[in-house]
């Protein structure tokens, strides 16, 4: 899928996810990949910011056209996730996790985040892009991200090149994609991704914009909605209220902090 693929470089670029968004209006064909030293306007989740101005990390997009249902599409940033923590693994040789339903973790601190955006073209039609932006080389994390925050670098105490990550994640993620579109869902790649899933069977709050409720996170469905049992008035998990969530209205915290 990947022979051939069109690689769009940039010293610097305001963000790869919109010059992917640009170059899908434009008529690019599936499988292009646009990749920056350094961003000047990085997106994250919710509107929030994702700094870019370090240039030893890594900040990808890839743009695709799968032919499936518009809500099977969400489900693609838990593909890129798994792609993500497996490819970073296989090259730091620690151990990461994915707290859900995309954030890559090192012992509670976030290696990397993930920006998945659908979108219409009058001429070329629907299009996806799938962002990532991770942390690779030691660094000093400031503001809000303090403390938060770690480099794969830093996690390892190893040193290697982005390159050589960017050929993992695109060799991992083929295997992963492939798969999913068999399947129509994550039935067949489940286990792998609870194998990551630092929320298993852990306490989490809720917040959901209805009203915050804790819970214990049992895992996910073959959609990559997570399942959570909500905590009784004794605090026990209640198995016969189980609720479904959905990643694009709530999202999951640690009781006591971000994991
Ligand atoms: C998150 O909030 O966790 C998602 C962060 C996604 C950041 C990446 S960096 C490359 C790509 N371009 C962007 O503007 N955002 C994504």
Known sequence: MWENQKIYRYESIDSTNLEAKRLGESGVSSGCLVVAKRQTAGRGRRGRVWESSFEGNLYFSLLLKPEIPVEQISMLTLVMAMAVAEAAEELSGVELGIKWPNDIVFEGKKVAGILTELH????????????????????????????????????????????????????????????????????????????????????????????????????????????????????????????????????????????
Request: aromatic letters at 8%; one cysteine or more; proline letters at 2%.
């Open 120 to 259: 219409m073209a009058a001429e070329s039609g629907r299009f996806v892009i799938i962002g990532a932006g991770v942390n690779v080389a030691r660094q000093t994390f400031a503001g809000e991200i303090a403390g938060k925050a770690v480099s794969l670098e830093e996690a390892s105490g190893s040193v290697f090149s982005r390159e050589d990550l960017l050929q993992g994640i695109m060799g991992h993620f083929e295997r992963l994609y492939r798969q999913f579109c068999k399947d129509g869902n994550l039935c067949n790649l489940k286990e792998v991704y609870h194998s990551k899933l630092v929320n298993k069977d852990a306490f989490v709050k809720v917040l959901d914009p209805a009203g915050e409720y804790e819970a214990v996170a049992l895992g996910i469905n073959e959609n990559g909605e997570l399942l959570v049992a909500p905590l009784d008035e004794k605090g026990q998990p209640d198995r016969e209220k189980l609720q479904t969530v959905y990643a694009g209205e709530v999202s999951v915290r640690g009781i006591y902090g971000y994991v």
